[in-house]
């Protein structure tokens, strides 16, 4: 996780040109853009889900993202 992290979340940003959180995730060395939303909750599913889809490996044990779902009440 980047050092400047304010959100918690590995990949989830807040963007402040927009007013929103942003979420993306590093694919072959290249960061891909995943979507901009309304809280860091919205983005945390994104980009959990963006990481099964791509098999990271162990995301479902060691995710920033699924373990901020669940620590704020989501549901998968």
């Known amino acids: 996780m980047n050092k400047n992290n304010t959100s918690g979340i590995k990949g989830i940003s807040w963007y402040r040109v927009a007013g929103k ?39 479902d044990l060691h995710s920033s993202a699924r373990k901020y779902i669940e620590e704020h009440g989501g549901i998968f």
């Open 21 to 59: 959180w942003r979420a993306d995730i590093m694919v072959d060395g290249k960061q891909r853009f995943l979507g901009l939303f309304d809280n860091p909750l919205e983005a945390a599913y994104i980009r959990f889900a963006a990481e099964q889809c791509l098999g990271f490996a162990d995301c």
